[in-house]
């Protein structure tokens, strides 16, 4: 499958961007979607996750209450809405998919499909 995020962007604090995660080849039902970012200087760090044919999500504490993730099948798109955006969430972001067990979800090494990233810069 191959990925590719979108919808970056420069917001000011408090903005707030959709990026998407389109999705070719195969079906993104079949995998778990991951949402990544990395700020310069910084490790990958796991923002969030949809589990297989949309069960179940996961969020960072560092974006809960903030962030949601959705899909839309007939797109074979995967979303992820980021409200009150702060300065902290400047990184490039990027999607993933996994053929892995949901457990391991939080871990980039479980993923075998990236996207090229997106990069957000929110500033203050």
């Known amino acids: 499958v191959q990925l590719q995020a979108s919808g970056g962007g420069l917001v000011q604090a408090g903005a707030s961007l959709k990026l998407s995660c389109v999705a070719s080849g195969r079906a993104l039902r079949g995998y778990i979607i991951g949402w990544f970012r990395q700020a310069p200087g910084k490790e990958r760090e796991f923002i969030a996750a949809?589990?297989?044919?949309?069960?179940?999500?996961t969020f960072a504490d560092s974006v809960k209450g903030r962030f949601t993730i959705s899909r839309d099948t007939a797109k074979n798109t995967v979303y992820l809405q980021m409200n009150s955006l702060t300065p902290e969430d400047t990184a490039v972001y990027y999607c993933?998919?996994?053929?892995?067990?949901?457990?391991?979800?939080?871990?980039?090494?479980?993923?075998?499909?990236w996207g090229q990233g997106t990069q957000v810069t929110v500033s203050s």
């Open positions: 993933a998919a996994s053929t892995s067990i949901y457990s391991a979800r939080f871990s980039s090494s479980s993923y075998n499909y």
């Open positions: 949809l589990g297989r044919n949309g069960a179940g999500t």
